[in-house]
């Protein structure tokens, strides 16, 4: 044996000698303190370990919930969006319609006080009123489009095609 393996023999048996002797109990008594004290340390450590797991699992629970709850509203919102969006166009559409119906009740107001002159002055031609009603509704009409919306003229009314409810040119004349 080497003088320094021969040493470090030496030195670890007085150290247990001395420390497994009764003659020095407050070195004893501290190194058991620390041990117990480590131990402790070991426990505060496993079970702060697991509350953090635990934490971890239930925040991963809440945030999968959230996820869920989110993809619901955005899918809502969507849906709200374009549901808007629709009616949005439907809200055109008939503000459209009511533009070109006020416009043909205008014209057919100037229509029908020109021809009340025309038979104040003419008393007997009763038939060329309704004539001449029929042909301002068939000459407002021939325009072809206003603002968006389909006109089509037939043999015996005119209708506004739109997604709204229509029109014809009979319906607007019985207003006056």
């Known amino acids: 044996m080497t003088p320094v393996k021969l040493l470090k023999e030496t030195l670890k048996e007085v150290r247990n000698d001395w420390l497994s002797d009764g003659s020095v109990p407050l070195k004893r008594h501290g190194v058991r303190r620390r041990r117990q004290s ?21 925040l991963q629970t809440e945030a999968t919930t959230l996820s869920a709850q989110l993809t619901l509203f955005q899918r809502d919102t969507n849906g709200l969006a374009n549901e808007n ?5 439907r809200l055109q559409a008939m503000e459209q319609q009511a533009h070109l119906r006020n416009a043909l009740n205008e014209a057919l107001r100037k229509k029908v006080e020109r021809m009340k002159m025309e038979t104040g002055e003419i008393s007997g031609k009763s038939d060329s009123f309704d004539m001449g009603m029929q042909q301002s509704v068939s000459e407002f009409l021939q325009n072809g489009r206003l603002q968006g919306l389909e006109i089509s003229s037939n043999n015996s009314s005119s209708l506004v095609k739109s997604e709204g409810p229509s029109l014809s040119g009979s319906e607007s004349s019985s207003a006056y």
Do not use: G
């Not at 480590?38 to 239930?58: F, G, M, P, T, W």
């Open 85 to 89: 969006t629709e009616l949005k166009m």
């Open 38 to 58: 480590a131990a402790r340390s070991k426990e505060r450590k496993a079970r702060y370990i697991q509350e953090l797991e635990r934490r971890v699992q239930s």
